[in-house]
């Protein structure tokens, strides 16, 4: 069909933080999307990557939900119902039948000889424990458990875990819900497992968690550095930006334990061994100052803990960092040279950096490096942790997280707490609520959390240790999923909800560099699956709250009300690009790109500079699980794979887990490339095909953690850094051996 007689509808991508914003060129005969092209916006000019190209049909996947689901009185005790991931603990270990010997058993060949789809719950299974239900039946049995526990046991008792998928007006309903209705912080969402650290670290650092200027901010940059990142796979149209920024002259500083794309476009790869970014940053410090390269005019004005850092980074010669990190010393002393003689520098991190029980040491660094430099506040210089989902920094502003209300007013502070009860109309709890991964840990104490909405999380795959996971879910005493699609978490559901994708819906959704924009409606949702905050508000109206709103712009405004940072923004004004915030004209202007030109927001204006020492992981390779793994994404999956794997072009590129090891470490074992192996830790065992990777330090491993039928997270520890409370999916020991 002619472009011309195809209906375009602007939207934003919604994978990742980048947020690229692109069209939808929609066939209304066949009801069905024909393609989607990327749209000019400061952040992503008209650029796509595979994701947001062709990322979108699995939303028209016949395995969407399309009816509300209850338990049958029959199916309890609850547990994992499709065979592939039933029972892998590690006691089960070589045992026939359980664990990782069913792993593989999806990428086989269903009856009819057609490939079932990799790795996708098998609905045959799990739907028969399951009956239709009314939205009425649903609901009304929704609001009575949960109310029911709250009565018996507290309302502590009640726990919601939002996603960074939602919208920012789903993410500000569904904490007013859980705050409000059940009078609990413990909302949060999968912020938890991504960027908590970091930012923990810059709120004690520079008070915001916001990055303080774009990634586009890069072509005003002498020098950046992208740590604990691969943005080709996960940010890859911010990584365009970056390539862009090396052509016109600045230079790359890459540190990481990988190399990538961007170590190839890089001037300096740093290959710093993994869980050492602590002695590599100090040791860059201590030769910063060593050699004057400080900005002391700015520290003086600008900067608190000066003199404590360079007590602590003293401790770091360049040869001690070497031996710690595996960097030559003179390469962390060329390093600390041109980022100390930069005129203007950025740091750009990933989840390398912040995925670690030192995620927040690690980010404290980062914000030192810059501090004592000055890159911060003008063009081209600064702090950026590149966000993961799409909307992880709405939903964070938004208040899903335990400890914050919108625009992180701290729910202890009695001024901020009447505040929004005066907004709210009800008492709230002046005590900070349970994260993802303590949620996870009350559940299987006895006087716990027992009662769980789960708005379109899927933790069971995502979390750390998911046999630990695996316990907590089947011991609640009610879990409500709501959804698109039967999750591996919503197979421990007591009621399942069929949701909307963001194609059919509106909502506002704020990318990594704060550029709040506005997805719109391409479609209907299928059956009789219904807009999420539709939903929200219609349980919220069952246990007794007085909600009535009437459109997603419409609860954008009572957030905006209670949000500074997004003062002056509407839907209205948000237009076909969207606006960075804080912008004190909208209708005029794009928004603020650098912050702390004159001012940190801490209370004095300072920046705070917490020194850190370098501490080891907390699981270090020994001679029976003498590996290094490290977890993460590939280009063409996102998360879970709840969507990417119901998309035909993500799953075809990219089918199959692998372990991908260095060429020396599969010779060791005698494995070949496409060998299936079995990868076990002390918590579980997957099976999965060799990829023989050049990229991949002697000694450590990279698994994926999108593919069920090969978990990652059966293998991972729930170790949490102390402040982010983030775990440590960058690091733990394990064997691979042929099967
Ligand atoms: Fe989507 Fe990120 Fe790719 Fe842009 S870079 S198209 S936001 S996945």
Redesign the pocket.
Known sequence: RPREELDAVDSV????????A?TYYVDRERGAIAFAEGRDQPG?KS???????YGWDYAASPQRLTVPLIRKESSYPKGPLSADVRGDSHNDRGRAGAGGNRSAKLSKNGKDGRRKPGGLVDYDEVLPHFREATWEEALDLIARRLKEIHAERGPGAIAGFGSAKCSNEEAYLFQKLIRAGFGTNNVDHCTRLCHASSVAALFEGVGSGAVSTTYGDVANADVVIITGSNPTAN????SSFFKQARRRGTKIIYVDPRASTVSEHADYHCQVKPGTDVAFYNAVMHEVIRLGLIDMEFIKARVSGFEELVRTVNEYPPERSAQITGVDADLIREVARVWGEAKAGVIYWGMGISQHTTGTDNARCLIAMCSITGNVGRPGTGLHPLRGQ?NVQGASDAGLIPMFYPDYQGVDQDATRRRFEEAWGTQLDPNRGLTVTEIIGSVLKPDGVRGMYMLGENPFLSDPNINKVRKALSQLDFLVVQDIFLTETAEFADVILPASSYLEKEGSYTNTDRRVQLGRKVMDPPGQARVDWEIIQDIAQRIGLDWSYSSPSEVFDEMVELMPSYANLRHENLGLTGKLYPNEDPEHSDGTVVLFDERFNTDDGLAHLVPAEWLPAKELPDAEYPLVLNTGRLLEHWHTGSMTRRSFALDTISPVPEVYMHPKDAADRGLSHGQMVRVRSRRGSIELQVRISHREQLGNCFIPFHFREAAANLLTIDEIDPYGKIPEFKFCAIQVEAL
Do not use: D, E, I, Q
């Open positions: 991508c919604p994978y990742c933080g980048v947020g690229c692109l992503s650029r796509l990557c595979v994701k947001g190209r940010h890859p149209v911010a799409n």
